[in-house]
């Protein structure tokens, strides 16, 4: 049975003790990536036509910009690069249109959250990758925001899906035990990440 603590997230608003084992990687800039118009269509997580059975797929919305990527990452044994470019500025720093090479790792995990979840839907996504100036910011307002964060390391992800519970989502995803799951009810979200297998 999974148990839930009320700490807060020790990846986006840590306790003071906690440690980030995954140290930060430098961003590509928002100079390093053209902000493209996705242009594809939110029509949930179903295989697309051109997909295979090996094949892995994703849909994700950002909130805020509404940009979406809804498709096939992997193919061939091989994440698709165009693929993740894509994916990589969906999940940008929207405060400062940077992004950043995303472990694509995460995105493993979100397939396999929704495969489990038996859902076709395209997650909305709350936050994604956080720069460094960003994080600095939220500290300053406030102190329960953490120095060290997975986000800012492209490795995590605040996510929910529509009209399933977070709570859901959380637990399923902790039994799954591919990196840290943090449920953040009141907000309606769970915060996944590929780090190591943990939950809060
Ligand atoms: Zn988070």
């Known amino acids: 049975m999974v148990r839930w603590r009320r700490d807060p997230c020790p990846c986006c608003q840590t306790s003071p003790d906690w440690v980030c084992e995954s140290p930060a990687e430098p961003g590509l800039g928002r100079r390093g990536l053209l902000g493209a118009a996705l242009g594809l269509a939110a029509t949930g997580l179903a295989m697309p036509a051109f997909a295979t059975p090996g094949d892995r797929s994703i849909g994700v919305t950002r909130i805020g910009t509404g940009d979406t990527f809804n498709g096939v990452y992997w193919r061939d044994g091989r994440y698709d690069t165009e693929a993740l470019r894509q994916l990589n500025w969906v999940l940008r720093d929207p405060h400062l249109d940077e992004a950043t090479p995303m472990d694509p790792r995460l995105f493993d995990v979100l397939n396999a959250v929704a495969a489990r979840m038996d859902s076709h839907e395209t997650y909305e996504v709350v936050s994604g990758y956080r720069a460094p100036e960003t ?5 300053r307002r406030s102190r329960r925001v953490s120095k060290l964060s997975l986000h800012m390391s ?25 990196g840290g799951v943090g449920l953040y009810r009141r907000d309606g979200f769970v915060h996944l990440d590929c780090g190591p297998s943990r939950r809060w």
């Open 135 to 139: 994080n600095a910011a939220n500290a």
């Open 154 to 178: 492209g490795m995590a992800a605040d996510v929910r899906l529509p009209g399933r519970s977070s709570i859901g989502m959380a637990r399923l995803a902790a039994e799954m035990q591919m």
